[in-house]
């Protein structure tokens, strides 16, 4: 069966600090990968896509950027986070049409 | 700009009876509609999809779509404490076929 995992659970960083998330897939290959970000008071946002190694595909403008090394595993980074940055945020494999999620990360930027 | 929107709640419901969520959509060419359940802190997990108009029964669960009202709903029967969560609604059609959210219906069973 597939399995998501995401790292670290829980993150609080400066203003002006890098950000590496982590999310890897495991017990399926090629799958479309996507990051979301929920914020405080709004909905699920689609920031990233991935349809393959290397592949990556931004939904929004914004402080971050996403990366897929790896078949199953795909990175979102920022150089410099902002404040606007907080937020809970979630990785997510595509099955046959559905989307399942990761556990997630909570950033808090102070 | 593709919007769903849902309302906010609290709804509240009476153990035992049946809880009504709904969600309306704007693009009529929307295929697919999701409905996941959240529970604080947690991360959204699916609990039925729906592709064509009319109902769509899952257990105690029964999504519900109208694709020429644009309207999606899910009723959830003989409703639990445990039922008690945000529900979002999502369809597709963002890029690589990304979901769109609502903001969720947050529910709460009362015992």
């Known amino acids: 069966s597939q399995t998501i995992h995401q790292w670290p659970a829980t993150l609080v960083q400066p203003v002006g600090s890098p950000l590496s998330l982590e999310c890897t897939v495991e017990g399926t290959s090629n799958p479309n990968l996507y990051w979301y970000r929920q914020a405080a008071g709004r909905g699920l946002q689609l920031l990233f896509y991935?349809?393959?190694?290397?592949?990556i595909s931004s939904e929004v403008p914004q402080n971050l950027s996403a990366s897929r090394p790896q078949d199953r595993q795909f990175i979102l980074s920022s150089k410099k986070l902002l404040l606007s940055d907080s937020g809970f945020y979630l990785c997510?494999?595509?099955?046959?049409?559905?989307?399942?999620f990761g556990p997630g990360t909570r950033l808090t930027v102070l | 700009q593709k919007e769903v929107e849902q309302n906010s709640g609290p709804l509240s419901v009476p153990e035992g009876a049946i809880a009504s969520l709904n969600c309306t959509y704007s693009?009529?060419?929307?295929?697919?509609f999701f409905w996941y359940r959240q529970y604080s802190g947690k991360s959204p997990e699916l609990i039925m999809f729906?592709?064509?108009?009319g109902d769509k029964e899952d257990g105690r669960f029964t999504a519900q779509l109208n694709k020429a009202s644009q309207y999606v709903s899910l009723l959830i029967r003989d409703s639990q404490p445990s039922d008690s969560a945000t529900y979002l609604c999502a369809v597709n059609g963002g890029g690589a076929d990304g979901l769109t959210f609502g903001k969720g219906t947050h529910l709460i069973i009362q015992p």
């Open positions: 729906i592709y064509s108009n």
């Open positions: 991935s349809v393959g190694i290397g592949q």
């Open positions: 693009d009529r060419g929307s295929q697919s």
């Open positions: 997510a494999w595509k099955g046959f049409n559905e989307q399942f």
